[in-house]
């Protein structure tokens, strides 16, 4: 299985950019498709919202809320996924996961991994305005 650890969080102010990176280790990295998503506040029950998938092959889907400021990219070489971040406004502050699915497509990215995919930890984007 694959492990995932996420940095590049902080703080930024609204307009700002940033870049968060996932990196990867373990077997798999390479044919799993790979997915970031956010959660503004814990609360019980409360999901991670889908913001944008890159498959095996490069191929990417983006939710609504970010299409046109965000860009997910991947490194198979150095087993690591990026999220730029651009034109950023206070409603993107969230923790932000990354994860990995070695069957996922990008349709069922937008619902999460499934069980046989991981989560990294997060890492906090605070963006004020």
């Known amino acids: 299985q694959v492990q995932l650890v996420e940095s590049g969080g902080g703080l930024v102010q609204a307009g700002g950019s940033l870049r968060l990176s996932c990196a990867a280790s373990?077997?798999?990295?390479?044919?799993?498709?790979m997915g970031w998503y956010r959660r503004d506040r814990p609360a019980p029950g409360k999901v991670r919202e889908f913001?944008?998938?890159?498959?095996?092959?490069?191929?990417?889907g983006y939710a609504d809320s970010v299409k046109g400021r965000f860009t997910i990219e991947r490194d198979n070489n150095k087993k690591m996924t990026y999220l730029q971040m651009n034109s950023l406004k206070p409603e993107d502050a969230a923790v932000y996961f990354c994860?990995?699915?070695?069957?996922?497509?990008?349709?069922?990215?937008?619902?999460?991994?499934?069980?046989?995919?991981?989560w990294g930890q997060g890492t906090q984007v605070t963006v004020s305005s």
């Open positions: 994860a990995t699915d070695p069957y996922g497509t990008l349709v069922s990215m937008t619902y999460g991994p499934s069980e046989r995919g991981s």
């Open positions: 913001v944008a998938a890159i498959t095996n092959r490069g191929s990417t």
């Open positions: 373990g077997s798999g990295f390479s044919a799993a498709t």
